[in-house]
């Protein structure tokens, strides 16, 4: 009956009229809604305080990483000026170092052209006179020289022709420690062959080449190891059976001389690059004991280790460059 009355008066008045179950529910949907708006609205309260600590927070780590980075690139300037400081000094000492051979060279230079004056005048001058004399004294006796003292006079001049081949050799051996290098990179192999063609054309020991690749080194002076090197074999291996001399690579950066001769005593391993020191007799084979020290003076000039073994039946020379060698 009231909800026909409370229809009835929605039609005369024009409004729509609740009844007191749809207005309760009506204020119960309104209060579910106010609290859920509460809801919302707390829930955004808390996401922009959290959206302001994660801004604080982020904002207080860039700058902790930023005060890091730029400590860390401060540490690393620090340590780039100590470097730039140490390699100044360095570069100083490096120069003065370089100034002090320099001086010490030009030294030792001065120091040897006097002494090749000292021993083509002074030196020589007894030599001269001793080669002179020895001739007047032969002349001034005619046909009365006694055989023996005839023999002797011979044995004065050929001993003074020793001593300026001599002296000759220590004036070479000493220049050769100070000569400028023109230091340049060669091809082994006509390298080799230009030094057997200019100096080995009638080689009674037949000589093979099995090299190959380019050394850098002074073409002079190595020609002049090679040389001695080779003449050396020849000399050692030319009345063996058979004498042969191989010349080849073990290694790209390993060149051995290789003989079957005579080789040499294991007693003068240490002096066999001594200069004036033979391993044979003068009755054996000719020499002043001067190739294989002049050799291996230059080899040490390019930082070439040469070394002279004696492996089974076999002499072997080989001439090692350093491992950090560019070949």
Not at 185 to 208: A, M, R, Y
Not at 241 to 266: A, M, T
Not at 269 to 274: E, I, P, V, W
Not at 292 to 301: D, G, K, V, Y
Request: with cysteine; glycine share 4%; proline share 3%.
């Amino acid at each position: 009956m009231l909800r026909l009355l409370i229809q009835l008066l929605s039609f005369v008045t024009g409004q729509r009229l609740l009844t007191p179950e749809q207005a309760k529910k009506q204020q119960l949907e309104l209060e579910d809604l106010r609290s859920k708006q509460l809801a919302l609205e707390a829930l955004s309260n808390k996401l922009r305080s959290e959206m302001k600590r994660q801004q604080a927070v982020t904002r207080e780590a860039l700058k902790s990483r930023q005060g890091r980075y730029e400590k860390a690139i401060a540490a690393k300037q620090s340590e780039i000026d100590s470097l730039n400081e140490t390699l100044r000094q360095l570069s100083q000492s490096v120069d003065f170092e370089t100034q002090r051979q320099m001086k010490e060279n030009t030294d030792l230079l001065a120091q040897l052209n006097w002494l090749s004056g000292a021993i083509a005048h002074d030196f020589r001058a007894p030599l001269r006179a001793i080669d002179a004399y020895s001739f007047f004294l032969a002349d001034d006796l005619g046909d009365k020289v006694p055989p023996e003292a005839e023999k002797s006079l011979e044995e004065i001049r050929r001993n003074g022709k020793r001593m300026g081949v001599l002296l000759d050799a220590l004036i070479e051996y000493l220049r050769l420690g100070v000569c400028p290098l023109n230091i340049q990179p060669h091809d082994l192999g006509e390298i080799l062959t230009q030094v057997i063609n200019e100096h080995f054309d009638f080689s009674p020991v037949p000589i093979e080449v099995q090299v190959q690749g380019q050394w850098r080194f002074d073409k002079a002076l190595m020609m002049r190891t090679f040389r001695e090197l080779i003449d050396n074999a020849i000399k050692f291996s030319r009345d063996a059976e058979s004498p042969k001399i191989i010349i080849r690579q073990s290694s790209p950066n390993c060149l051995e001389i290789i003989d079957n001769g005579v080789g040499f005593s294991d007693e003068y391993k240490a002096q066999k690059f001594q200069l004036f020191h033979r391993m044979h007799g003068n009755d054996e084979f000719e020499g002043e004991g001067i190739g294989l020290a002049t050799a291996e003076r230059i080899a040490s000039r390019h930082h070439i280790a040469l070394r002279l073994n004696r492996v089974g039946s076999q002499t072997v020379a080989s001439l090692q460059l350093p491992e950090n060698s560019n070949t």
